[in-house]
Structures are given as structure tokens and as C-alpha cells.
């Protein structure tokens, strides 16, 4: 089947083709099935006929291969066997956890009781960072060679050149924000050379754990990668205030527990976070096909949002610059206003915290 089929395929998923996808595998169902949040993937809770209830994912086509959806399950069945608190991949009865339908790869997560975290202290960080230690400890022990790699060829300057040649970027603006971006790729070209990569979430933000009688359960293994052991840091406690600074202290006290951590690598959580500035450009232009994108950010590709985009990139390679100066523990002080988990996370929905983990209905909880 080609591409463009599972595509379309993909866009037009209902609750009966979900159901129909999880009884082929094996499994009787109940006729209960609604959407969770996810913008890239689709998501499902699904009750089986024993009253079990489960979560069907299914992956938007042409993200990743399949090898490389493997290697995110071998990776949650290796932090599952370490007793790590995460959302397992559940086996199809045939002891497979990958299968196809109509061009989709789908699979089935145990489904975590609690609640998505709207914000934590300094106890709850601290707990995080054993958690995230743990996780890491684990990813170190294998190598990942198709998932990517955090590095400034792949994720920024080849997102670059995209959006530059697609002509993306209101023409007021992309000189500004090209110039931006490539000052970020090579602060990224200096500082990640030489530091540790190894299998890591890629994208630990409270929208991607679970709550539950004050333990925390990591949710969303979708964005693996082999990178830096900061980038599982600094979207836990993302501001450059003075709070978020102590936030990060106490992540790291818990961290440095069960593994040790390079403090100097604290550096690159600026140009990090100028990676995820244009990555989330490139995933929103490239998804705009979906309706579900046109509805949740309508203001995408406006002269305001474009505008928006290059100060803020602008000003990460400002706080570099800053930094290499005269440093100050890996993110430079300002007074500016904290900003809002909103603007912070693309796919950050208001709602969370206020809902079950169930997150109904469908918006938000993956990103590129």
C-alpha cells in the first residue's frame, strides 16, 4: 500500500477501525474506544472484553521505520525488566508488540492510573531526577543505531535548509531567523563534542508523566533518541528564572544519587532549547495537511508568529553569547516574565492536570 494511502488512512482513523485493528491482533473488545490527547500520533483507550483497559497507538506514517519503532519497545522492555516506572509495550497474542494496518504501525501500552502534573517542587524534582537517573543508567547499557541522534546537522541545519527552500518563513523574517538558527547549530558543533550520548526520553516534560499517590510513571517513549543526558533536564524545569534554577538543583541532587552527571553539559540546555525552537517550526509546517493542526494553531505561519519565532531564537543566541562570557550554571538569569508551559510545549494542553491521565479528547502529547 503506498505511502500517501496509510496517510490518508491515518487522518481518517474512527473508533471502529481502532477496534477493528485491536481484534485482528487477537484480542476481543468491548465497544468502548475514545481518542486520547496526541497531535503526532493517534491514541486510543480501548476496553477489552475482560474489562481490561489498554491504550492502542498508532503512528503517523512515514515518522519512523519500523526497526526504529522496535528499538523504542526494546528500549521501555529494558527499563520494564529494571523495574523502572514506565508505560510498558503490551505483547499481541502472538508475543509480537508491532503490527500493521492499512499502511499504520499500531500497539498496545498498559494504561497508568493518575493525573498529568501541572507543575512540582523541589521534592517532586528531585524525585524526577532519581527516576530520570534510573532511565538513564538503563539507556546507557545498549546502543540505538537507527533512532536519532542529537547533533546540529540532522536536527537543525537540515531542518534549515527545509524551511528555507519550502519558503516557510514570512519573507520579513527569514534572513533573521535563518542567521539564528545556524548560530545555534554551531554552538550546538561546539558543545556536544565529546559528551556522552546514549538512549534517553528525548522529550521529559510534565505533560509526559503520570501522577499517582506520589509516585511519579514516565508516559511516551515516541521522541528516543541518542543524546545528552541534559535534554532530559531542562524541559522539567525550562525558565532561565532563579526558580527553575533551583528546580534543576534539585533534579540534579536526586540524579546524582543513582549517576553521576556532567555539570558542564548544564551549557547546552540553551542551544538545546534553540534546537526545539526550530524543530517545532519544521513539525508544524510539515503537519499542516492535518486538520487537526489548522484547528490548534491557527496563527501558524502568520507575520506575528514568525515574528514571535525569531526573537525568541534570536534571544537564545544572545543568552549564549551571555553565557560564554561569564557563565552562570548553564542558563543565564533574566528578569524577563516566566513563560507559560504553552509557549514553552507545542504540545501542551491547558487542560492537563485538571483530567484524568485519560486525556480525553484528542490534543496533544507528542512532539517532533
Known sequence: MSHITGVDSFLSLTPDRVLEAVEASGLACRASCHPLNSFE???YAVTLEDGRQIVAKFYRPGRWTQEQILEEHRFLEDLVLAEVPVSPVLPFPDGTT?????GIWYCLHARLPGR???EIDAAE???LGMVVARIHLIGALREAPTRLRVEAEALVRAELRW????????DAYAARFLDAGLAVAAVLDRRLHGVEMHRIHGDFHLGNLV???????VLDFDDMVMGPAVQDLWLIAPGRDPYDRRLREAFLEGYEQFRAFDRTSLELIEPLRGLRMIRYAAWLARRWHDPLFQ???????????WRDETEALEEVVRSVARLEEGGNGGVPVVEDPPLTNRELFWDWDDAQGTVPVDKEPASGNTSP
Not at 484547528?295 to 508568529?305: A, E, K, M, N, R
Open 41 to 43: 500520533n493517534r491514541v
Open 98 to 102: 508491532l503490527r500493521a494496518i492499512e
Open 116 to 118: 498529568t502534573p501541572q
Open 125 to 127: 524534582a528531585e524525585r
Open 163 to 170: 524551511l528555507d527552500g519550502a519558503g516557510i518563513v514570512a
Open 211 to 217: 501522577s499517582s499517590e506520589g509516585a511519579f510513571s
Open 295 to 305: 484547528t490548534t494553531w491557527p496563527h501558524f505561519g502568520t507575520q506575528d508568529y
